[in-house]
């Protein structure tokens, strides 16, 4: 599938050159489609995401040893400093590599707050990159667990972030250079690997910048345990969803509550379900088989696919 979107994209580009438009490929990872064809049979494969949100809520009292309730201290005034503008930048965005770029420059501001970099009597850096930003991130070590952000290697983690960060991710977003193996915008496996270090590196800036500003920071979001994780996966999965086609056509409508809403027939498809080898931890694929011979006549084509309960009426 990583293929198609690639072919795809070139294609894109070449039309962008052509000067027959410019466009971009939206939303991929929620649905596809795919055809071929075997000596034996003809296959369709549907393929689409839904996610499942979970919302929460809660209140807490903070009481002294003596068990009085605490008063609520007064909020502390954030200073404003540079790297709060590449970070909001980051958040904002809608596109991968653009909000890769401002964590990273995000982190280097904080960074040379900090620990400067030593410049010269012109004005110029005096020492390399790799230089100051080594030594900038030894200078947070004893306050921020670099550890916990690292992607390992050769057990420094002050040496395995820069590599990571700035050699293997960085270079390659930053720098198109042939032969130096740059990361395509749009590429499936290119967002893979800057996606995974942008959510990391924002988590290791906000950290650097909360003990820097000595205020609390967060991102907004709670990680659920993967145990918890696990339980809301199973559960939904053992309500027994299936797959379900029909011919019906009417246009999406997030309040549907049937998968046919003109009441058309449509096949029910039983499914297993399995970890999902193309997505992150606790997400779970849900995969049916069916045979042309085996469904209804009146379903001769697919107008609307989803996932579901049994209350679509089958044909």
Not at 2 to 8: N, Y
Not at 30 to 56: H, N, P
Not at 185 to 195: A, D, M, T
């Amino acid at each position: 599938m990583s293929q198609a979107v690639e072919l795809l994209n070139r294609g894109l580009d070449v039309f962008a050159l052509r000067g027959l438009g410019a466009a971009s490929l939206d939303g991929t990872g929620g649905i596809r489609i795919a055809y071929w064809e075997s000596a034996q049979e003809k296959c369709v494969r549907l393929w689409a995401r839904m996610d499942a949100a979970l919302f929460t809520s809660g209140t807490a009292v903070v009481r002294a040893p003596d068990g009085s309730i605490k008063e609520e201290p007064e909020p502390t005034v954030l200073a404003w400093q540079e790297s709060m503008r590449y970070y909001r930048m980051s958040q904002v965005t809608d596109d991968l590599f653009d909000a890769f770029r401002n964590v990273y420059l995000a982190l280097e501001s904080i960074l040379s707050a900090i620990e400067p970099i030593k410049v010269g009597a012109r004005g110029r850096a005096a020492e390399s990159e790799e230089t100051w930003f080594k030594r900038a991130l030894a200078s947070v070590a004893d306050s921020v667990a670099l550890d916990t952000y690292s992607a390992g290697g050769s057990g420094n983690a002050v040496h395995d972030i820069y590599d990571e960060l700035h050699n293997r991710v960085r270079n390659r977003v930053f720098h198109a250079k042939d032969g130096l193996g740059a990361l395509l915008p749009q590429s499936l496996e290119s967002r893979v690997q800057v996606g995974e270090a942008k959510k990391r590196y924002s988590e290791l800036y906000l950290e650097v910048a909360s003990k820097q500003l000595n205020t609390p920071l967060g991102s907004g979001s709670t990680r659920l345990s993967e145990s918890a994780m696990d339980e809301m996966r199973e559960g939904i999965l053992s309500r027994g969803p299936n797959l379900g086609f029909t011919s019906d056509t009417t246009p999406f409508d997030s309040a549907d509550t049937e998968l046919s809403p003109r009441g058309d027939p449509c096949v029910i498809v039983p499914v297993q379900a399995i970890d999902d080898p193309q997505a992150s931890e606790g997400y779970a694929a849900v995969i049916g088989r069916t045979s042309v011979h085996e469904h209804a006549s009146s379903v001769t084509t697919i107008g609307r696919f989803g996932l579901l309960g049994a209350r679509a009426t089958p044909g």
